[in-house]
């Protein structure tokens, strides 16, 4: 069984920066692609971005240019969320991909003030 835990959000102004990581404990037998997510009130969770585990990144439109994510191995990812909008807030969880198995953490709040 995987177990994701995240951490890092909070409450920021608009134009601030937060950083999410995210680590998984558990057994992983195979490569894992991972992700964030978020839910913003009111609206369907949507993916943020993605790594593979060969390290190749894809990022909602909406966040090109402002958001990067990052890998160091096969348990821990980062997002680093710069130029923040009151439209990021929402709940941001992340997601792990292996094999066939879909794993995802608790979630965490970023509430980004105008």
């Known amino acids: 069984q995987v177990q994701l835990v995240e951490a890092g959000g909070g409450l920021v102004q608009a134009g601030g920066s937060l950083r999410l990581s995210c680590v998984a404990s558990g057994t992983i037998f195979s490569p894992s692609h991972m992700a964030w997510f978020r839910q913003a009130p009111g609206k369907q969770r949507e993916l943020v971005a993605r790594?593979?585990?060969?390290?190749?990144t894809n990022y909602a439109d909406s966040v090109k240019g402002r958001f990067t994510i990052s890998r160091n191995n096969a348990r821990n990812v980062v997002l680093e969320m710069n130029s923040l909008s009151p439209e990021d807030t929402g709940v941001y969880s992340c997601?792990?991909?292996?094999?066939?198995?879909?794993?995802w953490g608790q979630g965490t709040q970023v509430t980004v003030s105008s």
């Open positions: 790594v593979t585990s060969n390290g190749r």
């Open positions: 997601w792990m991909g292996l094999g066939s198995m879909d794993y």
